[in-house]
């Protein structure tokens, strides 16, 4: 069965920074392509960050793009997002997604980005 | 970037009822398209996938249709647990983007 496992939200100062990992089993990890998706409160879906299986290939919205850095460790199964330099409008429930196609999805971690 | 416009934004409905849901893609994406559904507090389940192909365990009465730039979510009789909000997903290039989402609610 296919696992994802987010960790690391939690409540941060506007400027401030995060990490938040994705812990991955029950299928071939480095086999895959990664994204981090997230969904502000009350509202829709939102495309973050991807990864190819080699992090060969990297991409950010427009929105993140400068203040977060996605990586992945084929090693030890996991997905990671560095975020800087937070803002208000940052604050979100993340989930990593597996495969260009998100076909599985993790619980979600929730960023609440607040002085 | 691929916008995705979905429709409608809300819908009531009785249990029973045939509902469909239509996302069209700014340029064509092939069939790279999946269909998800999501209830409060929880994260997204992919029901369809490559447009029209039943993800495995969902049941038979959704199914999704079209290429290119029309794409539709069928739920053929709505049952209690299908009142949720549905997104359409485009994967043909990056970045990717979802539709804004339709939340179907009880008549």
């Known amino acids: 069965e296919v696992q994802l496992v987010e960790s690391g939200g939690g409540l941060v100062k506007p400027g401030g920074s995060l990490r938040l990992s994705c812990a991955a089993s029950g299928f071939t990890f480095s086999s895959y392509s990664m994204n981090w998706v997230r969904q502000a409160p009350g509202k829709g879906l939102e495309w973050v960050s991807y990864?190819?299986?080699?992090?060969?290939?990297?991409y950010y919205a427009d929105s993140v793009k400068g203040r977060f850095t996605i990586s992945r460790d084929n090693t030890q199964n996991s997905l990671s997002l560095q975020m800087n330099s937070l803002r208000a409008e940052d604050t979100a429930v993340y989930y990593c997604?597996?495969?260009?196609?998100?076909?599985?999805w993790g619980q979600g971690t929730l960023v609440t980005v607040s002085s | 970037d691929i916008q995705m416009t979905q429709s409608p934004s809300s819908l009531s409905a009785s249990v029973g009822d045939r509902v469909t849901i239509t996302c069209r893609a700014s340029q064509g994406i092939r069939n790279d398209l999946g269909w998800y559904q999501q209830k409060p507090g929880k994260a997204p389940k992919r029901l369809i996938y490559?447009?029209?192909s039943l993800q495995s365990g969902v049941p038979s009465r959704f199914s999704g249709s079209g290429s290119g730039t029309e794409f539709t979510l069928t739920i053929s009789s709505l049952q209690p647990e299908d009142f949720a909000t549905y997104y359409c997903l485009q994967h043909n290039n990056y970045p990717l983007t979802f539709g804004g989402g339709t939340k179907v609610e009880i008549k």
């Open positions: 997604a597996r495969a260009a196609s998100a076909d599985d």
């Open positions: 990864i190819s299986t080699s992090s060969n290939y990297i």
């Open positions: 490559a447009a029209s």
